[in-house]
């Protein structure tokens, strides 16, 4: 497969890819490495269908095609698995899977047959989930199975994975990385996205690199090394590890006590939890996903009440109190989840950088927002956390997803809030 000469840019002036070229080999593992806004996922989106190139041309087979939609694009073979996935959560494995090409037995869902087929899918290719269970219930690195499972059902021979491992535990990377070997050698080939180097290196085997919409670089993974990606990545040499000073912590600011809470399912979760966190100092939670830090995260910032325990800050009992009130009092939150609680994707960037101050100077004056003040803001935060746009007016969906992350973490840290609490802050942000 080769995408030469693609051109490709948006409203607003904001060029996404610059004469791109790329060659992928049949079975291999390819990946694409660069920053954010380097220009990664438009690229796979206009080979998926999803965005049309200015100009250039794609070939499959050595054969040119014009791929107008993803329709298209699963007629010729090329699958993709986004970052945010699209699957109905409250059907099954099966039924996600087959979902507008199912198997019928007159004009009814042939659902045995259906099971059946995604079995033997999942057999085959290392992924192995239950066809019968309900999406809405597995962990994040079932769903991707998931996910990956829909597009090898559509018989895809090109599978581009756009940042496959962000969501997932390690043990989960490792499976995730057996099923890609598997499907290789059984003659797939996947396009890999990715930010996490030391991944890359394990499991490519050649890396194009992309730097401000155009490729800077395509080599064997052989002939890489992580410091050399880096450096082609951002354009400077990179610290691949961050020297951590000692310093004193001050007083307690957080402190949990005997907390519990329920799960969206009435189910408890958390049970007797006891935590403190002092001025100046990180306190990392560490759990496999569906142990009950999201539970917690959402009783620390507000979004959920809890069943029993106290929450105090800087000595004050702020137990129950709402999202409003927390944030009043100094606590910020970055969520796991940017698209569903982090952002208003179809509002501006400007609009979400600033949303929780709109209602105050100098930004609202009497009630009434000012748009310059706004807009002003915006660019402020947008230079200094280094966020790829060309127009802070666009709309926040048009963003990379980890421009969108800086968006977020921009808006929070912003705040200079007393209590940050973040739920996996780096998630697709790149290596500078």
């Not at 057999?123 to 597009?151: N, Y």
């Amino acid at each position: 497969m080769e995408l030469t000469g693609i051109w490709k840019t948006y409203p607003g002036g904001v060029v996404a890819n610059r004469d791109v070229e790329l060659r992928v080999e049949a079975a291999t593992v390819h990946a694409v490495v660069g920053e954010n806004g380097a220009g990664k996922s438009t690229l796979m989106k206009i080979l998926y269908g999803v965005e049309q190139p200015d100009a250039g041309e794609i070939r499959i087979g050595g054969v040119p095609r014009r791929i107008t939609s993803s329709r298209r694009a699963i007629q010729l073979g090329v699958g993709m698995v986004f970052q945010h996935f699209s699957l109905v959560p409250s059907l099954s494995v099966a039924e996600n899977v087959v979902l507008g090409q199912e198997p019928r037995t007159g004009f009814r869902l042939d659902l045995a047959r259906a099971r059946a087929m995604v079995a033997e899918l999942a057999s085959r290719f290392g992924l192995p989930v239950d066809p019968a269970a309900t999406v809405g219930g597995l962990a994040v690195g079932q769903q991707q199975r998931v996910e990956i499972l829909k597009a090898l059902y559509r018989d895809a021979r090109v599978l581009v994975l756009d940042e496959p491992t962000a969501v997932l535990t390690p043990q989960e990377v490792d499976d995730l990385f057996t099923a890609v070997r598997s499907l290789v050698t059984q003659g797939r080939t996947v396009i890999l996205i990715a930010h996490k180097l030391p991944e890359v290196m394990a499991i490519a085997d050649a890396i194009t690199v992309m730097r401000a919409g155009a490729v800077v670089a395509s080599l064997p993974a052989a002939e890489a090394s992580e410091a050399a990606l880096a450096r082609l990545m951002v354009g400077r040499d990179v610290l691949l590890q961050v020297e951590r000073v000692a310093r004193a912590s001050g007083p307690v600011v957080c402190a949990v006590r005997n907390l519990g809470a329920d799960s969206d399912a009435a189910v408890p979760v958390l049970h007797g939890v006891d935590l403190e966190v002092r001025a100046g100092e990180i306190l990392g939670i560490a759990a496999v996903e569906g142990n009950g830090q999201a539970e917690l995260l959402d009783v620390l910032v507000g979004l959920r009440l809890p069943t029993g325990g106290t929450v105090t800050l800087d000595g004050v009992d702020v137990t129950g109190w709402d999202v409003r009130r927390l944030r009043r009092a100094g606590v910020a939150g970055i969520p796991e989840d940017r698209l569903a609680r982090g952002l208003a994707p179809t509002a501006s960037i400007a609009e979400n950088l600033v949303a929780e101050r709109v209602d105050r100077p100098p930004l609202a004056r009497r009630g009434v927002l000012d748009s310059r003040a706004m807009r002003r803001v915006a660019r402020e935060l947008v230079s200094a956390y280094g966020v790829r746009t060309g127009d802070v007016r666009a709309p926040a969906a048009t963003l990379s997803g980890g421009n969108m992350q800086k968006v977020v973490i921009a808006r929070e840290l912003s705040s200079s809030p007393r209590l940050l609490v973040a739920a996996q802050p780096t998630r697709g942000i790149d290596i500078g």
